[in-house]
């Protein structure tokens, strides 16, 4: 049977991505990936899941096992709410909180919930890849804001929001990963999140915090999150997740923010999936209010530390020093490397698997296709300490012949 003339103009819209296809390659055992964006399995807390979810077979089995409202589990939003105030002073009412299956999905309900075709969201250049697929299907269209090596730059930010004003677009969102930001690195000092709030009230703009890195800070101290900045305390959506302080797999995640937008995200799940997951929220909440997470988070730290430290070195000795640079991450999972205008890392990309190695070219995390070709994401926390050292010199082998190469072609 021919499908095609059944697909929605939505799925025609939709395209495979061609460095997603030159990425199937590093799924070979040899090559040495430093492409995904994987928490590393010896984070895992096994065992102390294992006993959560025995505590949750004997107290709650009758409800883990049945259909949850669409908010989520109340021991869960009510324990999340707790969390975010002890961890990061945050003051959320646990009626404001959604649990979703991964941020990802609150991603795709802020789509559903906020955007028409040709609506506009302003993000960083770069930004997260997930969240301009999420909202592109939408249709949303984007302003780029630059940034520098600490995140969005709020001139940019004022700028571009008084030309989309000049030009009578209202734009529906910031959308901002202002802590150890994937794929940058950078995190916004409380400076700048001040001012880009400032920003946001001036243009009554509404900000979408997206934090999964937040908790995983190795040096320097924590700088407070734009939600709990935000005096007025109806700006700013802010989605935190699971998947990096305890486990990728359960796919739990929460939003909170402004009840009525919440509340419209609660309506818009509803048709998608009726409820998360309600046996892995019971677990999570277990493990929330025995402060399992809490004690676990420093052995999470430690092990990406020392990952960090073991990739920032070989990029120190390996990496060509003219032209190129890279962030020193304080937090999080990536490093991001920028090479000499002219080097393409897409192109690049293939001699590089070739030799066992694999990076993500950095031009799909720019909404502007013309921004980003000279640049890559590097994660640290997946490969072995070993496998950095020899990923990385291999890689800047390759990084090496292609500037001599495109040397010689000026
Ligand atoms: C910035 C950002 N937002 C959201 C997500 C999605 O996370 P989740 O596993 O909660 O769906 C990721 C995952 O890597 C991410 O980096």
Not at 39 to 49: A, D, L, M, T, Y
Request: contains cysteine.
């Amino acid at each position: 049977m021919d499908l095609t003339p059944l697909w929605s103009a939505r799925a025609n819209a939709m395209k495979a991505s061609e460095i997603r296809e030159l990425l199937k390659l590093t799924e070979n055992p040899e090559v040495i990936s430093f492409a995904g964006g994987l928490p590393n399995p010896q984070s895992f807390p096994v065992e102390e899941v294992h006993e959560a979810t025995q505590r949750v077979f004997r107290d709650h089995a009758q409800r883990a096992f049945q259909y949850s409202t669409t908010e989520g589990v109340s021991e869960l939003r009510e324990s999340v709410a707790d969390y975010l105030h002890a961890s990061q002073a945050m003051d959320v009412h646990p009626d404001d909180v959604l649990i979703t299956n991964g941020s990802q999905q609150g991603l795709d309900l802020l789509g559903r919930t906020l955007l028409d075709a040709g609506d506009t969201v302003v993000t960083s250049n770069p930004t997260y890849l997930g969240a301009l697929q999420a909202l592109s299907y939408y249709g949303a269209k984007y302003a780029g804001v630059d940034s520098d090596g600490d995140g969005l730059l709020p001139d940019a930010l004022d700028d571009t929001l008084k030309g989309l004003a000049a030009r009578g677009v209202r734009p529906k969102f910031l959308y901002a990963v202002p802590t150890f930001q994937n794929p940058s690195g950078t995190c916004i000092p409380e400076a700048r999140r001040r001012r880009i709030l400032d920003i946001a009230h001036e243009h009554d703009l509404l900000i979408v915090e997206d934090d999964p890195y937040g908790r995983l800070r190795f040096d320097g101290d924590p700088v407070p999150t734009l939600h709990s900045l935000d005096k007025g305390g109806d700006r700013v959506l802010y989605l935190g997740t699971f998947s990096k302080i305890l486990v990728p797999g359960f796919r739990l995640a929460w939003t909170a923010g402004p009840s009525e937008l919440v509340r419209k995200m609660v309506v818009s799940k509803q048709s998608i999936d009726l409820c998360t997951n309600a046996f892995t929220q019971f677990i999570a909440a277990d493990m929330l209010q025995n402060g399992i997470i809490e004690k676990h988070l420093p052995e999470i730290i430690r092990l990406y530390k020392g990952k960090r430290d073991v990739m920032l070195g070989a990029m120190d000795e390996h990496f060509p020093k003219e032209g190129v640079h890279w962030t020193r991450s304080r937090g999080g999972m990536f490093t991001w490397a920028e090479m000499p205008d002219g080097v393409n890392t897409v192109e690049m990309l293939e001699e590089t698997v070739r030799r066992n190695v694999a990076y993500v070219p950095g031009k799909p995390f720019f909404p502007d296709p013309e921004q980003g070709f000279n640049t890559m994401r590097l994660n640290f926390t997946h490969a072995s300490d070993d496998n950095i050292k020899v990923g990385i010199e291999r890689l800047a082998g390759v990084m090496v012949e292609t500037m001599e190469r495109q040397k010689a072609l000026a």
